[in-house]
């Protein structure tokens, strides 16, 4: 009798630095342990090897940046039963963003010898704002641990249990003493999705805001607060304009006071 059919998992790149991959590949025995129990179809930063689809999850790491790769990501959805995006790229745009807040051509005639040869979008965008995403595990780079679990619960058939909360959660389960109270520093902690585990308070600095807007962020509120210890409209708009800057709450955040 043949033994039952391992699901099949494929790992997608599109425009990024590859980190959520080898955020993946850093599971060690996690991912030793859930390998055993799936078959891995197509992950380019382990294997060169591809098994055709259809796949049953799919991770896709990376923002859309061409027109070739507006036409694969939809071969991408169409051949996935769930798909989920992985990393700030993937689901805001990826520092590459920046450039949606200018005319992407000036930078082409300034960094190709023959701009000609370049085609690319007038945007780097998320992977949602092409096809219809399952979810969205957001970090620059992901938690392994968050990632180990989405895996987990798509191939269980269940809801994915990843935190909604902020920064400022993880700081206080740490015991980490706030550092926007205590020492005036600026910190973007109080709109920041969870999953960093506080690393940067926990050695005096601010927070970066690594994991993309937490749930209903109030960043109006925070900019006030900048604004109050002496932070003025060009140093707001650089706060939030980092690895998820055209995630939608920063992004309009910041176009309030550019």
């Given at each position: 009798m043949a033994g039952k059919k391992k699901p099949k998992v494929a790992v997608w790149k599109f425009a990024s630095c590859d980190g959520c991959q080898?955020?993946?590949?850093?599971?060690?025995?996690?991912?030793?342990?859930?390998?055993e129990a799936i078959e891995i179809a197509n992950f380019p930063e382990a294997s060169r090897a591809v098994v055709k689809g259809p796949y049953d999850l799919?991770?896709?790491e990376g923002s859309i940046t061409t027109p070739h790769d507006e036409?694969?990501?939809?071969?991408v959805r169409r051949s996935s039963k769930f798909l989920v995006t992985i990393g700030a790229c993937a689901t805001a745009g990826g520092i590459q963003a920046l450039r949606n807040f200018k005319d992407v051509q000036d930078f082409v005639s300034i960094v190709y010898a023959?701009?000609?040869?370049?085609?690319?979008?007038?945007?780097?965008?998320?992977?949602?704002?092409?096809?219809?995403?399952?979810?969205?595990?957001?970090g620059c780079p992901i938690n392994k641990y968050q990632l180990v679990e989405v895996v987990s619960a798509y191939l269980k058939d269940r809801k994915p249990v990843t935190p909604a909360h902020s920064v400022c959660v993880e700081c206080k389960r740490r015991g980490t003493v706030c550092v926007m109270v205590s020492q005036g520093t600026l910190c973007m902690g109080p709109v920041v999705h969870a999953g960093c585990g506080a690393i940067c308070p926990?050695?005096?600095?601010?927070?970066?805001?690594?994991f993309g807007p937490k749930e209903t962020p109030?960043?109006?509120?925070l900019s006030e607060w900048f604004k109050d210890h002496?932070?003025?409209?060009?140093e707001l708009v650089r706060a939030y304009r980092s690895f998820n800057a055209y995630a939608t709450p920063f992004r309009k955040e910041s176009e309030r006071h550019d």
């Amino acid at each position: 009798m043949a033994g039952k059919k391992k699901p099949k998992v494929a790992v997608w790149k599109f425009a990024s630095c590859d980190g959520c991959q080898l955020s993946l590949l850093d599971c060690e025995d996690e991912l030793l342990a859930v390998a055993e129990a799936i078959e891995i179809a197509n992950f380019p930063e382990a294997s060169r090897a591809v098994v055709k689809g259809p796949y049953d999850l799919s991770l896709v790491e990376g923002s859309i940046t061409t027109p070739h790769d507006e036409e694969r990501i939809h071969q991408v959805r169409r051949s996935s039963k769930f798909l989920v995006t992985i990393g700030a790229c993937a689901t805001a745009g990826g520092i590459q963003a920046l450039r949606n807040f200018k005319d992407v051509q000036d930078f082409v005639s300034i960094v190709y010898a023959t701009p000609d040869y370049i085609d690319t979008l007038a945007k780097s965008s998320a992977i949602s704002d092409h096809v219809r995403v399952d979810f969205e595990l957001r970090g620059c780079p992901i938690n392994k641990y968050q990632l180990v679990e989405v895996v987990s619960a798509y191939l269980k058939d269940r809801k994915p249990v990843t935190p909604a909360h902020s920064v400022c959660v993880e700081c206080k389960r740490r015991g980490t003493v706030c550092v926007m109270v205590s020492q005036g520093t600026l910190c973007m902690g109080p709109v920041v999705h969870a999953g960093c585990g506080a690393i940067c308070p926990a050695y005096d600095r601010g927070c970066y805001g690594c994991f993309g807007p937490k749930e209903t962020p109030n960043t109006e509120s925070l900019s006030e607060w900048f604004k109050d210890h002496g932070m003025g409209n060009e140093e707001l708009v650089r706060a939030y304009r980092s690895f998820n800057a055209y995630a939608t709450p920063f992004r309009k955040e910041s176009e309030r006071h550019d």
